[in-house]
């Protein structure tokens, strides 16, 4: 049987193998839109975690915060001081996590305009033995459509590899000024208390203390949601390499029906999901 297989592909040439294994798989251009999916949802998930590093609420803590410094009685040195450092340190860790967002929006959003390439590559059929093995291949869910992935999976970790070492090499920084703000934050509230013979601290630098820890567990947060988001992202595309195009289409359509029936909602999404 496989000798007569391979006998018939031999003689139909180039062109009419192409025909008989385009038969046996799922058409190019699904093949061309999975690949599109598998792109669209990692670029996505960066731009998702990068747009969730928005610390611009906290410019206006930090001019309330250089006020209240300002306001502070000559004697209240200790307090001052450190308030002074728990800034410093806070501005510096959202200025890093600004220029991370930065780095990331940019490399997401221009992948995005340029979606996976769907173009299908050339085969070259020198034996019947190739054209049969070639054929078993793409049967099986293996072949071009895999080849094509793995390809792109691949290209989006070396793409996406000198914004992860960036990342890395200020994780250390960041995260200890953070500890360190919040830890300062906490030592101006207890000062008078457990400190005999000092000024006591004006209550505007308690009130503004508080926040500062507040703030200190926000920037800490974002960071690690958005080193876990593009971890999370590269694991889930890895492990998406032995996807068929088939299923990944099909999960994208339900995806999208069921945003439809979230959004409408009762008897209108249900006539939505219909319509798609």
Known sequence: MAVKFVAVLAICGSAGASDILSDLTISSADQGRALEIKSE?????????????????HLALYTETESVIASLPKENTYVRDTLNDVLERLRRTDRALLLQRARSEELASDRL?????????????????????????????????????TNHVKGRQVDILPLL??????TGNIL??????????????????YNKGVPKT?????????????????????????????????????????????????????EKSSKAFAA?????GAEMIINL
Do not use: H
């Open 41 to 57: 949802r990692f670029w996505q998930g960066l731009l998702n975690a990068a747009e969730g590093m928005k610390m611009e609420e």
């Open 113 to 149: 305009a340029a979606p996976a390439g769907t173009q299908t590559a050339s085969f070259s059929f020198l034996s019947g033995e190739n054209i049969f093995s070639m054929a078993l291949r793409r049967f099986v869910g293996e072949g071009e459509y895999s080849d094509k992935l």
């Open 165 to 170: 070492q960036d990342t890395a090499a200020s």
């Open 176 to 193: 200890t000024d953070c500890r360190l703000a919040t830890k300062g934050s906490f030592d101006v509230l207890k000062y008078d208390l």
């Open 202 to 254: 004006p209550e505007n630098a308690k009130v503004i203390a508080y926040r500062l820890v507040d703030a200190s567990g926000e920037t800490r947060k974002r960071f690690m949601n958005f080193v876990v988001g593009a971890v999370t992202g590269i694991a889930e595309d890895t492990k998406g390499k032995s996807d068929r195009a088939e299923v990944t289409v099909m999960q994208a359509s339900l």
């Open 264 to 268: 409408v909602g009762g008897a209108g």
